[in-house]
């Protein structure tokens, strides 16, 4: 076994998400119990204060994979498994490491995205009942794509559209065979049952991460097929949020960007893409 440490030095690096520090509520650390009977631990604890109460983070070898621990003890997942990663996902234990770290004195839940995916990884998508399920849900989201929607007005949305969506479209049609439509109006349409099927046959095929990934690209675009050209590596991280965010661009440069509200979209969309693009690395 060994332990590679990370001090309170360490380069600070967030990377925000939507989760939160309640939903990681099962034991970091071993529990004891009160003269009630009530069994408390030091992430109880947490979830009470908001904050720190752990020393030393490090990453440790065990069982064949790797694990994040809070002063020795592996961190778990929401549904109480612990968070074991494979080997060759060093990077995204180092990640998840610094995230922790990097909670200083009063817990940030929303920068938990690295542990918040690959506990979902390990607590969702092993079962093959929620697995099918998932695939069902994001299967859903190519009916309400955002890129197969386009508009003919104004003239910016047009060129917008017509330099990052159609490239995108004619990626899929030529790699997976399969028949994209795309729409003008807004009224409820959807893609044929032999492209559901030719894309669910994909989703099938994807590993417990590449799927934990799929998901949240494709919550967070809107977008199934930006969240696929994502996943296989056709898009990087910045293509992929700049497609997803063509009709916001439009606004911006026609009204102006809204202080608070487009900056903060700009970030949000490219730190859970990150997320979802670094669950997918493999050291070797």
Request: net charge negative; with cysteine; proline share 5%.
């Given at each position: ?43 109880n ?132 065979d ?93 730190r ?13």
């Open positions: 076994m060994y332990r590679t440490l990370l001090s309170r030095s360490t380069t600070r690096a967030r990377f925000p998400c939507g989760s939160s520090i309640h939903s990681f509520s099962r034991s970091f650390a071993t529990p004891s119990s009160p003269p009630d009977g009530t069994v408390v631990s030091e992430t604890r947490a979830e009470a204060t908001l904050k720190r109460f752990w020393e030393t983070v490090g990453i440790s070898k065990r069982d064949d994979g790797l694990t994040v621990t809070l002063d020795m003890r592996a961190l778990k997942t929401p549904s109480g498994n612990t968070l074991l990663l494979p080997r060759n996902k060093r990077l995204v234990a180092t990640l998840i490491a610094n995230e922790w770290e990097n909670q200083e004195t009063l817990l940030k839940p929303h920068a938990l995205p690295m542990t918040s995916i690959a506990s979902r990884a390990i607590d969702v998508f092993y079962d093959k009942k929620t697995h099918s399920e998932v695939r069902e849900s994001l299967l859903n989201y190519l009916d309400t794509d955002t890129i197969c929607f386009h508009h003919d007005d104004p003239p910016p949305l047009v060129e917008l559209q017509r330099t990052h969506w159609d490239p995108l479209i004619k990626w899929a049609k030529s790699t997976f399969i028949d994209i439509q795309v729409f003008t109006s807004i009224l409820l349409h959807s893609q044929s049952a032999e492209t559901r099927a030719k894309l669910n046959a994909i989703l099938t095929e994807m590993d417990p991460w590449e799927l934990a990934a799929m998901e949240r690209a494709t919550y967070a675009t809107k977008s199934f097929l930006i969240a696929l050209a994502l996943v296989k590596r056709h898009l990087t991280v910045e293509e992929a949020a700049v497609a997803a965010q063509v009709e916001v661009s439009s606004q911006i440069q026609r009204w102006g960007e809204v202080e608070d509200s487009h900056d903060v979209d700009f970030h949000d969309v490219r859970q893409l990150g997320s979802a693009a670094c669950l997918l690395t493999n050291s070797i």
